[in-house]
Structures are given as C-alpha cells and as structure tokens.
C-alpha cells in the first residue's frame, strides 16, 4: 500500500518542491494551498497529488480539510507543516494585529493540523509529523524577531511532542532551512544574495529540492529511529 503525506502550503517554494518529491517517490500525496488557486492545481494534475484550498489558522477550515484527507487516503503517514509567511521590519514599527498574524499561520496552524491528524498516528501505532522551522529559529536574525520567535516556537513543539508521542510510535522532528531560493529573498539584492553566499560555507544558496529530500529523509523507513531533532539544511550557514 502506498505511504500517504499531507504537505500544508505546498503550492511554491519548498512546499511545491516536497509535494513533487514525494509525488516521485510514488506517495499518496495531498497539499494544501490559500492564495496559489491556479499553480496548485496545476500541480496536482501534473503530479497526481490532492489539492485542498485551507487557510492554516482556521480552526474550521483545517478541519474541513482533514476530514477530505482521511476519506480519500483512509489514513495518514507522514504530516509536513510547511505553511508560513514572513515579515521583515523593526519590532518597534510591527502591530499586535501583523504579530497575530505570522503566529497565527506558522505556530497555531501547525498545532491544529498536528491536533487533527496526531488521533490516527496514535491509533495505527506509526507516523512521522515534520515541522519545517528556520535557521534563524535557531539562532535569530535581525529585522526578523517575529519570524525567528514563531520558527522557535516551532522547534520547542517538535521537541516535546515527539516525548510525548514517541511512546505511541509517532516521531517528530523539525527542518531549519538556511538561504533558500524562494519567494521570500524576492526584496533582496543580488549584493545581498551574493553576500549570504558569501557567508555560506558551501558557497552557494541552497534550493528548495535541498530541503525536500531532507524532508523525505525524515519522513521515511530509514529514518525510524530519530526524533525530537532539529536538522539543519543550511550548508553551514549555522553549525
């Protein structure tokens, strides 16, 4: 029987290279989008995948989407949060209502989605749950307090959820990608690129398919045995 995934805001970016990945691999794999109606979809004809419009904070959304999981794929094995969006500004000049929101998306959507899905995992004994965090959950970056606390956050729910459902033969770990070539380096500069390259041990950016295979990685068979870890897929930015 093939191995199912749900891959949360895997309609670009990382999520749309770890939706393909798994789709390769030859996973049951279904994803969710907000904004990207028409590249998501396209996706999911090329790739097979499930397609499923939700929005990572609602309570009722996520649900909904759960539940179209479960029917379709009778069960789930693997869990990816990947939904998230960035905020890059002074603290001082940030609102209550801009800080509700980035923790609403990256913290709160991954604590409903695990909330949905973790009763199953339970039950059939097995599963693999895969917070993608940051480097700068790690370590922190200026200009980015809120992203860095909500990707900490992240890190500090991976850590304790895999004590508390190890026993129930459910692993959780966390990915902390470095510079990717994303969406979100869009305001930078390519002196700016080039600088972070600099700073790159490997001497380049990383891809999204970098953090995908990690992800596989994670999330499979040969990685039965390790849990509560935060993995670094950041070419030694951070060691």
Same mark, same amino acid.
Request: charged letters at 20%; aromatic letters at 8%; one cysteine or more.
């Given at each position: &029987?093939?191995?199912? #995934?749900? !891959?949360?805001?895997?309609?670009? =970016? !990382?999520?749309? @290279?770890? #939706?393909? %990945? +798994? ?6 794999? @279904? +994803?969710?989008?907000?904004k990207s109606q028409d590249q998501a979809l396209a996706m999911a004809q090329e790739t097979g995948a499930l397609a499923l419009y939700c929005d990572a904070a609602s309570e009722q959304e996520t649900a909904? &989407?759960? =539940?179209?999981? *479960? ?11 990947? @939904? ?32 949905? +899905?973790?009763?199953? &995992?339970?039950?059939?004994? =097995?599963?693999?749950? *895969? ?23 992240? !890190?500090? *729910?991976?850590?304790? *959820? ?7 033969? #459910?692993?959780?770990?966390? %990915?902390?990608?470095?510079? !990717? ?43 039965s045995f390790i849990t509560g870890q935060a993995l670094g897929v950041n070419g030694g930015f951070v060691t």
């Open positions: &029987m093939p191995q199912t #995934v749900l !891959i949360t805001g895997g309609s670009r =970016g !990382i999520g749309e @290279a770890t #939706v393909r %990945l +798994f789709a390769e691999k030859g996973w049951r794999v @279904a +994803f969710t989008y907000k909904q &989407m759960a =539940g179209k999981v *479960l029917r379709v794929f009778r069960h789930l094995d693997a869990l990816i949060c990947n @939904a998230g969006t960035s905020y890059t500004g002074l603290l001082q000049d940030m609102t209550a209502a801009e800080w509700d929101a980035l923790f609403n998306v990256h913290v709160r959507g991954a604590f409903l989605a695990t909330r949905a +899905f973790l009763p199953g &995992m339970i039950s059939q004994e =097995g599963g693999s749950i *895969l917070y993608i965090s940051s480097m700068w959950g790690q370590t922190g970056a200026s200009c980015e307090a809120a992203y860095s606390a909500c990707k900490a956050a992240l !890190i500090g *729910l991976g850590k304790a *959820l895999a004590k508390e459902a190890g026993p129930s033969g #459910v692993r959780v770990n966390c %990915l902390c990608p470095g510079v !990717i070539r994303t969406d979100m380096l869009r305001e930078y500069g390519e002196d700016a690129l080039n600088a972070l390259r600099r700073e790159t041990p490997l001497l380049r950016l990383g891809t999204p398919k970098d953090v995908a295979q990690a992800a596989f990685f994670l999330c499979g068979k040969e990685a």
